[in-house]
């Protein structure tokens, strides 16, 4: 197949492509592009609608679900300071981190601001990654949700 034949096939539309995805990958399919291969494929689904439970996320539960976040977050990332797996000021002279300075910390990386003048040392890295991910998904969520 040549770049040309790829682009009129874009073209006429992705469920043309003589390809499907199967468990070890792409799989081409010679003849007709909707014949059925041998072996295991699946195709992937369209998702036309959100899930049921994004319909029913009001406005006030997603800033209830990103405050709850946010305090265990900074509880965590006190608990782990205590344990000298928690989060270091990069300032001159600075001292362990108190619960306001883990608050702000979690705020600031939910956010994905990321200031600099807070760093995660240890353990503290993973937590700062997976709330970075939570951030992103509940501001996702936001959008999604403004958007009807």
């Not at 439970?53 to 900074?74: E, M």
């Not at 990332?77 to 600075?94: D, H, R, S």
């Not at 760093?119 to 009807?148: H, I, M, T, W």
Request: charged content about 15%.
């Amino acid at each position: 197949m040549s770049v040309r034949d790829i682009a009129a096939l874009l073209k006429a539309g992705v469920e043309s492509l003589p390809l499907r995805y199967s468990i070890t990958g792409y799989q081409e399919i010679p003849g007709v592009p909707d014949a059925t291969p041998q072996g295991p494929c699946f195709t992937l689904p369209r998702m036309k609608k959100l899930p049921l439970w994004i319909d029913r996320l009001t406005a006030g539960k997603l800033v209830a679900g990103s405050a709850l976040l946010l305090l265990n977050f900074s509880l965590a990332y006190f608990l782990a300071t205590m344990c000298g797996q928690g989060i270091l000021g990069t300032y001159p002279n600075a001292q362990t981190a108190s619960i306001w300075d883990c608050l702000y910390f979690s705020v600031i990386t939910f956010s994905s601001l990321g200031y600099g003048d807070f760093r995660p040392v240890g353990f503290s890295r993973l937590l700062a990654s997976l709330e970075v991910f939570l951030g992103y998904q509940c501001s996702d969520l936001r959008l999604r949700r403004s958007r009807r």
